[in-house]
Structures are given as structure tokens and as C-alpha cells.
């Protein structure tokens, strides 16, 4: 089984003077939800954040819930070497 890691925002934007710099992210208000999906699409697990959250902050929870896979994919977002090396000692391939 193949995994792939992916985040969806969901950006809700204010009127300008109800805006506050502690409520809303570059994009405005957001949440992210961020997904590992199985090889036919189908979420498995699954963090939901706020929008100013780095994806690569959320990835080793995500992998670390996954069941065994053989290989898994993400977006540049996620990439770095500590979420290579902990896709390597779970005993996948990581993917590009």
C-alpha cells in the first residue's frame, strides 16, 4: 500500500475592520486540514491546524499513525530530511 501526505486550506476571510494580525494568516483566516490518503485517494488520518501551521511540522505525526506502507508521496510542503529519514526507518520508500 502506498500513502500520500496532502493539505487542504480552508480560508474563511473577514470583513477589513473586524480583521485582527493574531486572527488570520498570509492568506486570512484559515485551518488546514492535512491528509495522508491511501493509494486510491481515501483519507486514513488525518490533523486539522490552524493556517499559520507548517505542513512539515504535522507530517511525523501523520506518518507515525500510518499503518505499514511501502512507499509514501508528498508535496513540497512536507519535504525535509528528518520526514525522509522517519519515512525510511518505517520501512517505506519516500516518494518525490
Do not use: W
Not at 525522509?84 to 518505517?90: F, L
Amino acid at each position: 500500500m502506498a500513502a500520500t501526505l496532502k493539505r487542504i486550506s480552508i480560508v474563511q476571510e473577514l470583513p477589513t475592520r473586524s480583521r485582527r494580525p493574531s486572527e488570520k494568516s498570509r492568506a486570512g483566516n484559515a485551518t488546514k486540514i492535512h491528509l495522508a490518503v491511501d493509494g486510491c485517494g481515501l483519507p486514513v488520518e488525518f490533523e486539522i491546524t490552524g493556517g499559520d501551521v507548517n505542513d512539515c511540522s504535522v507530517a511525523p505525526e501523520l506518518i507515525a499513525k500510518l499503518p505499514d506502507v511501502q512507499a509514501i508521496v508528498a508535496d513540497k510542503g512536507y519535504d525535509s530530511e528528518c520526514i525522509r529519514e522517519q519515512i525510511i526507518k518505517k520501512g517505506a520508500r519516500a516518494g518525490p
